[in-house]
T-cell receptor, first 115, second 117 residues
Framework: DTGVSQDPRHKITKRGQNVTFRCDPISEHNRLYWYRQTLGQGPEFLTYFQNEAQLEKSRLLSDRFSAERPKGSFSTLEIQRTEQGDSAMYLC?????????????FGPGTRLTVT | AQKITQTQPGMFVQEKEAVTLDCTYDTSDPSYGLFWYKQPSSGEMIFLIYQGSYDQQNATEGRYSLNFQKARKSANLVISASQLGDSAMYFCAMREGTGAGSYQLTFGKGTKLSVIP
């Protein structure tokens, strides 16, 4: 079990550019979550997939954000026309369905800096 | 209103001593789960312990225990015999309900624990 992996670990981009992050969940997990964490705050929920279906989106997920999980395995999170306010740690988590308490396992995160 | 409140921005504890990190929550849903995660400086969130709203006993996992007081809506984390490696941010989180929209976790702002040798 290799755990949840995220790529890249760090991304520096200029305002207005598009960026894409990848998350590979634990292989047998069919649920996948994206969170955003800004400095000094706890993670905030962005969106959630069960298999390939995106079942829930936060109001934090503006039109510039899009997430996909095309084959129910890895997921991508794209931010278009990045703004300085998008600078944050983007965390991915996965979990089993039907588990006793839906424990979520987190990846190491992708730290985005928008200059 | 904040759903999860952690009132201690920072805490210090002597190595080998016990420490309690506070967490209060706000929900009207009778079914919910409470989680504690540890986040070292490396950034990865590490699951520590879980308490369900219907659980009769306080959860324990090794050196971690959860002091669950349902009427007071508090779910404090107790770490016994603190170790230097316990120095990290600690987050309390809640999942409300059991339906399709209930899988997201709502986190508090965290408590930074520093263990002093």
């Amino acid at each position: 079990d290799t755990g949840v992996s995220q790529d890249p670990r760090h991304k520096i981009t200029k305002r207005g550019q598009n960026v894409t992050f990848r998350c590979d969940p634990i292989s047998e997990h069919n649920r996948l979550y994206w969170y955003r964490q800004t400095l000094g705050q706890g993670p905030e929920f962005l969106t959630y997939f069960q298999n390939e279906a995106q079942l829930e989106k936060s109001r934090l997920l503006s039109d510039r954000f899009s997430a996909e999980r095309p084959k129910g395995s890895f997921s991508t999170l794209e931010i278009q026309r990045t703004e300085q306010g998008d600078s944050a740690m983007y965390l991915c988590a996965s979990s089993l369905s039907g588990g006793p308490y839906y424990e979520q396992y987190f990846g190491p995160g992708t730290r985005l800096t928008v200059t | 209103a904040q759903k999860i409140t952690q009132t201690q921005p920072g805490m210090f504890v002597q190595e080998k001593e016990a420490v309690t990190l506070d967490c209060t929550y706000d929900t009207s849903d009778p079914s919910y789960g409470l989680f504690w995660y540890k986040q070292p400086s490396s950034g990865e969130m590490i699951f520590l312990i879980y308490q369900g709203s219907y659980d009769q006993q306080n959860a324990t996992e090794g050196r971690y225990s959860l002091n669950f007081q349902k009427a007071r809506k508090s779910a404090n984390l107790v770490i016994s015999a603190s170790q230097l490696g316990d120095s990290a941010m600690y987050f309390c989180a809640m999942r409300e309900g059991t339906g399709a929209g209930s899988y997201q976790l709502t986190f508090g702002k965290g408590t930074k624990l520093s263990v002093i040798p």
